[in-house]
């Protein structure tokens, strides 16, 4: 059974880089999978952030793109986010899940909000 | 880049009710990464269709999905109470591998 757990500080100043890092348990990162990273603004839908193949490879959503970094660090078994220059519409509960097509597994989530 | 809209955006029904959720994609989208999510306030999304047609493990049958092409519905056959929820449609795309949802339709108590 994999457990994926989000970690990071839940509270970033405007301007500055979101970090968060997703811990793999159960699984390993090497296994064959897309792991992905996935946002929900309060009271709002879920939006696509970007995914790390395990090879690597890496898949942004375009209107993301030029703020997103996705990496992995096989050692750690865990995949983290960097996301930089944020704003207030940042503010989101961030989730990281593993799937291919779709995500069948996902972590509880970590609320990350913007402000001075 | 294709666009997933859902409807209604909103779907009051009684518990014993039959569900029927839309999801329509501005473009063509391949049956084999359709997929369907139920989430519930404070937890994560949960698959529960993927492929357009297959319950994920754990999933009771009376959740089904079909269509295909830019047409895809989810229906609960029989709601139970534990049903009320927001549902997300999500379609992967390759070349390169992109993931898009769907605006959510939330099924309340009527």
């Known amino acids: 059974q994999v457990r994926l757990q989000e970690s990071g500080p839940g509270l970033v100043k405007p301007s500055e880089t979101l970090s968060l890092t997703c811990a793999v348990s159960?699984?390993?990162?090497?296994?064959?999978?897309?792991w992905g990273w996935i946002r929900q603004p309060p009271g709002k839908g879920l939006e696509w952030i970007g995914s790390i193949y395990h090879s690597g490879s890496t898949y942004y959503n375009p209107s993301l793109k030029s703020r997103v970094t996705i990496s992995v660090d096989t050692s750690k078994n865990q995949f983290s986010l960097k996301l930089t220059s944020v704003t207030a519409a940042d503010t989101a509960v961030y989730y990281c899940a593993r799937g291919g097509g779709d995500y069948d597994d996902w972590g509880q989530g970590s609320l990350v909000t913007v402000s001075s | 880049e294709i666009v997933l809209t859902q409807s209604p955006g909103t779907l009051s029904l009684s518990p014993g009710e039959r569900a029927t959720l839309s999801c329509r994609a501005s473009?063509?989208?391949?049956?084999?990464?359709l997929a369907w999510y139920q989430q519930k306030p404070g937890q994560a999304p949960r698959l529960l269709i993927y492929g357009a047609s297959s319950r994920a493990t754990g999933i009771p049958d009376r959740f089904s999905g079909s269509g295909s092409g830019t047409d895809f519905t989810l229906t609960i056959s029989r709601l139970g109470p534990e049903d009320f929820a927001v549902y997300y449609c999500?379609?992967?795309?390759?070349?390169?591998?992109?993931?898009?949802f769907g605006q959510g339709t939330k099924v309340e108590i009527k």
């Open positions: 473009q063509s989208v391949s049956s084999s990464y």
């Open positions: 999500q379609q992967s795309g390759s070349s390169p591998p992109t993931w898009t």
């Open positions: 159960g699984n390993s990162i090497n296994s064959g999978y897309y």
